[in-house]
C-alpha cells in the first residue's frame, strides 16, 4: 500500500475514533437555547392566555410576549461533541450541570420547582397589576411546599394559612422564618393556622375563616452549609383573593421569569386603548405582590428568541442588563426597567412614538 494511501486510512481511522470517542464520552454540561415566545395578549392552542371574568375588559393590539429558554434536562447525558458544537453555536449556550440542576437536582423535583414558581409568578403578576390599577386584592401568608421526611411532614399541609407562630402575627412569609430561627434546633415551636380545607370552604361561601387551631413542631438542624438553624421543613408564600376572576392558561412553562409580562398583558386587558400602540414589544423578569421587576436566568437566549419572533423592543430587568447589551440581535431595542411603572412609561413612550429618551441597556450597566 502508498504511504500516501496509509497515512489517509490512518487519519481517517483515527478521526473516526475520536467521533467515536467524543461522542461515548459524558460531559458535566448542560445546554440553553432559544425557546417559545408567546404573547400574552392573543390566544395559544387555541385559547386566550390571559381569561378575565366579573369585569370589563378592552380590546388590545400589537405583542406583549413572555419569553422563555429551553434547556437540557437534568437526567440528559451531554456528550463532548454535543458540548463543542454548543460551544460553537452563537445562540446555543453551555453551561456547567450544577449552574441549571445544583445538588443534583432530579428532573422531577426541577419540574416541581419550576412549576411552583410558575404559579408563584402568576399569583404575584395578578397582585401587581391589580395595585396598579387601585384595585384592593386580599392577601395572608400560607405554607407553600412541606419538605418530605421533615418534622411539619403530615402535620402541617399546603395551603394552610399561617396566622402566628408562637403567639407572633405573621404578616410576610420572611416572618415565618425569622420566628422559627429563634429557636435552637430540638426546640418546640407552636403554628397558629387555618386548615388548608377551612380555608378553601370559606373562599367557595364568601366568607372569612376563623376556625384556628395550634400545631405544636420539634424543629430540627438545618442541612445546608454554614450556620445551624432550626428549621421544621416548610416554604411559605403569600395567597390571595381577588375581586374577579383572572385566569392565566399557558401550559408547558416553568420558573417565574414570565411575570412582569403577564402583569403588563392584564394591565392592558383592563384598561382602555392599547398599551403598546400596535408595535412587537417583548420582555422577561420576575415580579412580586408589589411591581419589583427581578433578574433572571438565560436573558441572551431570550432575546435571540424574542428578535427571531419579530420583537422591536425587550423589556429587560435592570440586573440583566449589562448581559444582555453584550450581544444584542440587530433590530431589538434592550430597555431597561426595575419596577412594572418602568415598564408602563416605557410601554407610553414606545405607544407615541418617543423613543429617544428610552432607558436603554448598556454593558456597563
Known sequence: ?????????????????????????????SEMSPGPTVNTLAEH??????????????????HLNMTTVR????????NLVEAVYGWLAHDN???????????GKTEEESTQENAEEFSQSQESAKVAALKELGVSVKSWVVVSTVVKDSPAEGVLHAGDVIKAVDGTAVKEPADVAELVTKHEPGEDVVFTVVPAKEQAAAEKENRTATATEDVTITTT???????????????????????FKIDI??????GPSAGLMFALGIYDKLTPGSLTGGSFVAGT?????DGKVGPIGGVEMKTVGARDKGAEYFLTPADNCASAAKDTPEGLTLVKVKTIDDALGALKDIREGDTADLPKCGTGD
Do not use: N, W
Open 71 to 78: 434547556v437540557t434536562s437534568a437526567d440528559y447525558k451531554m
Open 285 to 289: 423578569g420576575t415580579i412580586d405582590d
Open 221 to 243: 438542624t438545618s442541612d445546608d452549609s454554614g450556620e445551624k438553624r432550626a428549621i421544621v421543613g416548610i416554604s411559605a408564600g403569600t395567597d390571595h383573593t381577588f375581586p
Open 1 to 29: 500500500m502508498p504511504r500516501r494511501t496509509a497515512t489517509m486510512l490512518a487519519s481517517t481511522l483515527m478521526l473516526i475514533a475520536l467521533l467515536c470517542a467524543g461522542v461515548l464520552i459524558p460531559v458535566p454540561y
Open 249 to 254: 392558561k399557558l401550559a408547558d412553562v416553568g
Open 45 to 62: 392552542d387555541g385559547e386566550p392566555v390571559l381569561q378575565i371574568e366579573g369585569r370589563k375588559t378592552y380590546p388590545t393590539t400589537g
Open 93 to 103: 449556550k453551555v453551561v456547567p450541570h450544577d449552574t441549571l440542576y445544583p445538588d
